[in-house]
């Protein structure tokens, strides 16, 4: 009902920026909330950054100062702006969304098929 489709992940050197995006489409009531996650190799998948339907946001404290997430209502799309990349920050980033579908008036969980963030250093 609810389809994520994520876009620009690549490959970057460290110091390097790219910026991600996640379009929302379907059966959308209202988005209450869209995030993005990752999960690098061997560990557990951990929240990057957050903004809430009011527009608030939360950051991760390893990406503060150098990731922007921000919106576009209109287009239900998220962006991640990610500045001084470093190879650390290697993941598949995933995008998540809290959304209320209009069939049911349900909350529910939504998540991307990931995008491959590689940083060389």
Do not use: H
């Amino acid at each position: 009902q609810v389809q994520l489709v994520e876009s620009g992940g690549g490959l970057v050197q460290a110091g390097g920026s790219l910026r991600l995006s996640c379009a929302a489409s379907g059966s959308i009531f209202r988005i209450n909330a869209m995030g993005w996650y990752r999960q690098a190799p061997g560990k557990q998948r951990e929240l990057v950054a957050s903004i809430m339907y009011d527009g608030s946001t939360n950051y991760a404290d390893s990406v503060k100062g150098r990731f922007t997430i921000s919106r576009d209502g209109a287009k239900n799309t998220v962006y991640l702006q990610m500045n001084s990349l470093k190879p650390e920050d290697t993941a598949v980033y995933y995008c998540n969304a809290a959304v209320i579908t209009y069939n049911d008036y349900a909350l529910r969980d939504c998540w991307g098929q990931g995008t491959q963030v590689t940083v060389s250093s």
